[in-house]
């Protein structure tokens, strides 16, 4: 499991652009037939990726977290972003189909990844925070996440949100997430962007074509950066950084968050106009 370790907004506007990668870009996500695990010390965040083929993936208990299985002190969430697959928490199987998600609380030892078939292989994203509380394990299909739709295609940025877990939808400790959906002939997401110091955000973009690219803007308002990102590639913002960008072409992420609080709407709006 790789250790990421964030910058501070001293360190950050003198970094290079393989010292932003480095720090704030998880690019090695997806593996076939591998599950990857990434620790980042901002909010004790885990990112991961399972992409099973013939045989099934275990969770496994990274010695990083000195804990006697994964889940002892943590909740996790694992969205699907492949084809149909299972999730086995103990002797229990959750079918997932392409944007489902299932949210497994604290205190869950066996936790196994499989895909129903490897023409077309289950693809789990997988985020988990620290957990003071249990909560039941959770399955919320793409067709029960709350859906809003915002933005225009005047603007570029006609999108729909989904949320899976927050206040109003599948119960967790601290962990928050959903994806939102470009629609056709939109790249912008999250502008007008915010910042909220109360919470960290992981942005994992997926669904880009191979030869499409984001580009993330970061940092605080008044200095920010970019990072391209490529399909399957997630960026880490600290509570200072706004986290918005524009793509090549339409695309889908997931945005997950732990700290603080739970309320989605809780931002500092970052107008337009006073960013540089």
Same mark, same amino acid.
Not at 35 to 45: G, S, T
């Given at each position: ?35 990857? /695990? @990434? ?7 885990? *990112? &991961?990726?399972? !992409?099973?083929?013939?045989?099934? +993936?275990? %969770? ?18 694992? /969205? @699907? ?7 086995? *928490? &103990?002797?229990? !199987?959750?079918?997932?189909?392409? +944007?489902? %998600? ?175």
């Amino acid at each position: 499991m790789k250790t990421y370790l964030m910058a501070d907004p001293m360190r950050y506007p003198r970094m290079n652009t393989q010292e932003l990668r480095e720090t704030f870009l998880i690019d090695r996500l997806y593996e076939p037939g591998a599950l990857q /695990l @990434n620790y980042v010390d901002l909010d004790r965040a885990v *990112v &991961g990726m399972a !992409a099973p083929l013939d045989s099934p +993936l275990a %969770l496994p208990t990274p010695p990083e977290l000195r804990a006697d299985f994964f889940t002892e002190r943590r909740e996790l969430g694992a /969205l @699907n972003i492949g084809g149909p697959g299972v999730v086995h *928490v &103990g002797d229990t !199987a959750y079918p997932l189909r392409n +944007l489902d %998600l299932l949210y497994i609380g604290r205190g869950n030892p066996d936790v196994r990844f499989s895909s129903e078939s490897t023409k077309s292989p289950a693809v789990f994203y997988l985020l988990s925070y620290p957990a003071h509380a249990v909560h039941p394990v959770t399955v919320v299909k793409k067709e029960d996440a709350q859906p809003t739709e915002i933005g225009s295609v005047e603007t570029c940025n006609r999108r729909t949100i989904y949320k899976y877990i927050h206040l109003g939808g599948a119960r967790s400790c601290q962990l928050v997430m959903g994806v939102t959906h470009l629609h056709a002939g939109s790249v912008w997401n999250t502008m007008p962007a915010h910042t909220h110091m109360r919470r960290s955000e992981v942005y994992l973009y997926f669904d880009v074509p191979q030869d499409a690219r984001i580009l993330h803007l970061m940092g605080p308002p008044q200095e920010t950066r970019h990072l391209i990102v490529s399909n399957c590639e997630a960026a880490v913002s600290p509570g200072w950084s706004i986290h918005a960008g524009a793509g090549t072409q339409a695309y889908k992420f997931c945005w997950g968050m732990g700290g603080e609080n739970q309320d989605y709407a809780d931002m500092d709006p970052a107008p337009l106009e006073a960013m540089r």
